[in-house]
């Protein structure tokens, strides 16, 4: 069994006050009583909070680079939804992204371009996708100009804001309706050879 260093245990317990409390809002001896450290164990391995919100966000862009690495490593429609899954379980771990999006914005510029540098990865990723499906036949080829352009952004935005919407609607984070909403955008565009492979293959994996 792996025994998290103490430098793991701080950056856990980081992402749990930034989830409760926002980032701005937490304070270093937050941390090391959360932490189970005294302030001054804390101040040995980070410095200040900064050195300890550019930690947690250099594993975040980690672990959102895993993810978009994983793509179509498969030509099935489950492809794309293992990798839902990898979202799912990102986002729902990450839950202060949203809320301190304005915050580190202003408080840490350089982070907030790499957000943003990661989204647009992620969206084009999901253009590309679509393309992909097309042209293996299970997607129906763009009824208009522009029309996979707003669903690349439609599935992009369930992706990415669908778990403070549940927050705020008091709704558990579960990763089978986060699924379901998800491919309730592309379900439409389907042909008929899509519709069965994604009820043969996709359908049972999200009532598993």
């Not at 580190?104 to 647009?120: D, Q």
């Not at 253009?127 to 439609?154: F, H, Q």
């Amino acid at each position: 069994m792996n025994t998290l260093t103490t430098k793991q245990k701080i950056l856990e317990a980081s992402i749990r006050l930034f989830n409760w409390n926002d980032v701005a809002n937490v304070r270093l001896q937050q941390i090391a009583d959360e932490t189970g450290i005294s302030v001054g164990n804390l101040a040995y391995h980070f410095k200040n909070k900064e050195a300890i919100v550019n930690a947690v966000y250099e594993n975040l862009f980690d672990e959102f680079s895993q993810i978009l690495s994983a793509y179509l490593i498969s030509p099935k429609l489950t492809d794309f939804d293992m990798q839902m899954e990898q979202y799912h379980r990102f986002f729902s771990k990450y839950k202060f992204y949203l809320i301190d999006l304005f915050e580190i914005e202003r408080s840490y510029p350089a982070i907030m371009e790499r957000w943003r540098e990661c989204i647009g990865k992620m969206l084009l990723q999901i253009r590309k996708r679509l393309d992909y499906y097309v042209n293996r036949g299970i997607l129906r080829p763009e009824p208009a100009p522009g029309v996979y352009d707003t669903l690349s952004n439609n599935i992009w935005a369930t992706i990415v804001f669908w778990a403070p919407q549940q927050i705020l609607k008091d709704k558990p984070l579960n990763e089978s309706a986060f699924k379901q909403t998800a491919w309730a955008h592309i379900s439409p565009y389907f042909t008929p050879k899509g519709l069965d492979e994604f009820a043969l293959e996709v359908q049972p994996m999200m009532l598993s």
